[in-house]
T-cell receptor, first 116, second 115 residues
Framework: AQKITQTQPGMFVQEKEAVTLDCTYD???????LFWYKQPSSGEMIFLIY??????QNATEGRYSLNFQKARKSANLVISASQLGDSAMYFC?????????????FGQGTRLTINP | ETGVTQTPRHLVMGMTNKKSLKCEQH?????MYWYKQSAKKPLELMFV???????ENNSVPSRFSPECPNSSHLFLHLHTLQPEDSALYLC??????????????FGSGTRLTVV
């Protein structure tokens, strides 16, 4: 079974600072994908960034980067130069590669608040 | 606009009512999903449809009844719900053939309140 753990229920950060949201995962699959989604108060789940298990470089998408440490089974999201609009829930998720394990499994989420 | 549209955005219904949630996508995807998001709980996968066939039903009570008439549309029919069914219901879609390196595209959700 696959499991995602996000240990930070809430984070408070000053505007323009960088923030790291933690995510650890557990899987027996050799190949898998890791995702981060943002959910503002409107409810929509917005895809932010993807990291494949065989990717040697950490993924980056604009101000978002993923600190992937495969041996530690961690996939932390780093947001640089935070903005007020970054305030939202953030979910880490993964998909496995084996039949029956391909569902997108989510962590509990972290509520990020950016203070002006 | 994400490409996945859910209606209505908000719904208040009594426990004896019958209502339906609608999800529509025009992304060329042919796998669709219903998730339930309750306060302080992880997202719970309810149903999976792949090529219009239901391939997964995660022990969801029979008062929730999904329908997928074609690859672009997904419904969730609701009847005799309980107050604990109040939640945000999210629809998502993904492409087929599928792979672990593809995520899902989500709609904005329907916020359901059962009174």
């Amino acid at each position: 079974a696959q499991k995602i753990t996000q240990t930070q229920p809430g984070m408070f950060v000053q505007e323009k600072e960088a923030v790291t949201l933690d995510c650890t995962y557990d899987t027996s699959d050799q190949s898998y994908g890791l995702f981060w989604y943002k959910q503002p108060s409107s409810g929509e789940m917005i895809f932010l960034i993807y990291q494949g298990s065989y990717d040697e470089q950490n993924a980056t998408e604009g101000r978002y980067s993923l600190n992937f440490q495969k041996a530690r089974k961690s996939a932390n999201l780093v947001i640089s130069a935070s903005q007020l609009g970054d305030s939202a829930m953030y979910f880490c998720a993964m998909r496995g590669s084996f039949q029956g394990a391909q569902k997108l499994v989510f962590g509990q989420g972290t509520r990020l608040t950016i203070n002006p | 606009e994400t490409g996945v549209t859910q209606t209505p955005r908000h719904l208040v219904m009594g426990m004896t009512n019958k209502k339906s949630l609608k999800c529509e996508q025009h992304l060329g995807h042919n796998a669709m999903y219903w998730y339930k998001q309750s306060a302080k709980k992880p997202l719970e996968l309810m149903f999976v449809y792949s090529l219009e066939e239901r391939v997964e039903n995660n022990s969801v009570p029979s008062r929730f009844s999904p329908e997928c008439p074609n690859s672009s549309h997904l419904f969730l029919h609701l009847h005799t719900l309980q107050p604990e069914d109040s939640a945000l219901y999210l629809c998502a879609s993904s492409r087929k053939p599928d792979s672990f390196n593809y995520g899902y595209t989500f709609g904005s959700g329907t916020r359901l309140t059962v009174v």
